[in-house]
């Protein structure tokens, strides 16, 4: 089955360790972007992906490709044409210093994209999956209507659509972001989500407890899990439960809500991280979900795999997810003390 994702890859400039901005004399480079992500997790784990982006025709743009290309994401529905590549820069933090993110990517390649010139029916005509996140109709109109043209696509060829929320309060507002996102809700069958999510971007209010100290109400979760699935018929809900301890230790966890085996909502098993990378965590868990829900009998264990998927990103500096489908079961199912493999 090929899984189809359509968004914006970027151009990552690290600093160097757990250095400062103000300290950095050079940059870590690497690639990536919220879809972008997920296709290369999906192509590690062995499915056919395929991303859609637009990018510019120079040499930094086609890295980006040569990196998907390398991770064997289907690159072949990529538009060139633009100035640039969008940026961002990232300051590691530790311990009670968080981590810090600083955008350079106006006016980037795939803000201006133009959706007809994607044959979105040839792309979805042997594909059985679309996913897309809340970043992309923050990039501007032109992303807003393609990615409409997208979903109107992917539902007249019966694909399975997914969604992360991904709220992005330096993109977008509040209220912008559910004049758009709420009505785009009607193609979705999969919604992944967290508390900041379901609340700046859908409007639902949650007394989730305080996720800075680590204290999570679950019930509150269970319920706004109950809540997104009437209010919009989704099949499946995920939300995603971070327990941010500090920015060197966090706790993850999740709960899935569906139609298939989880019609209460269910909750995963709960791992301590010692944070090497938590950038990428969240699309390394949409992947997982991805991945589990179309192999997988159960969702229960696809809930699993996800959280693992996404558990073991996030002690891998960058963006994407570079583990095979066997280390994320391993871990599932009860792997992880950190032993060497020899």
Not at 236 to 257: D, F, M, P, Q, Y
Request: glycine share 10%.
């Amino acid at each position: 089955m090929k899984v189809v994702t359509f968004g914006e890859i970027m151009l990552r400039l690290s600093t160097p360790g757990f250095s400062r901005f103000m300290q950095a004399d050079r940059f870590d480079v690497h690639y990536g972007g919220g879809e972008a992500n997920v296709a290369v997790s999906l192509a590690n784990f062995g499915l056919q992906s395929a991303f859609v982006t637009r990018l510019p025709e120079n040499e930094l743009g086609q890295a980006a490709v040569n990196m998907l290309r390398g991770h064997g994401v289907d690159t072949s529905h990529i538009l060139r044409g633009g100035e640039r590549i969008g940026i961002y820069f990232l300051e590691t933090g530790a311990s009670q210093r968080p981590s810090k993110v600083i955008y350079d990517r106006a006016h980037s390649a795939v803000s201006a994209i133009d959706g007809r010139e994607v044959d979105w029916g040839a792309l979805f005509r042997d594909a059985g999956w679309f996913h897309w996140t809340g970043i992309t109709p923050a990039l501007g109109e032109p992303c807003r209507q393609a990615l409409e043209m997208a979903c109107a696509a992917a539902r007249r060829a019966g694909v399975t659509i997914s969604c992360d929320l991904n709220y992005r309060k330096k993109l977008w507002s509040p209220r912008e972001a559910q004049q758009v996102m709420q009505p785009l809700m009607s193609y979705v069958d999969v919604c992944i989500a967290n508390e900041e999510d379901a609340q700046k971007s859908l409007g639902l209010t949650i007394s989730a407890g305080d996720v800075d100290k680590g204290q999570l109400n679950m019930e509150a979760y269970a319920e706004t899990a109950r809540t997104l699935k009437k209010r919009y018929g989704f099949k499946t809900v995920a939300i995603t439960l971070r327990e941010s301890r500090s920015a060197s230790e966090n706790g993850w966890s999740a709960l899935l809500l569906d139609n298939r085996d989880c019609k209460t909502p269910a909750l995963s098993r709960k791992y301590t991280i010692r944070l090497v990378d938590r950038v990428g965590g969240g699309d390394a868990f949409a992947a997982g979900l991805i991945y589990g829900l179309l192999t997988r009998e159960k969702s229960r264990e696809a809930l699993e795999f996800a959280v693992a998927a996404s558990c073991l990103k996030q002690t891998i500096p960058g963006d994407v997810n570079l583990v095979s489908a066997e280390e994320v079961e391993k871990l599932a199912t009860g792997g992880g003390g950190g032993r060497v493999e020899r």
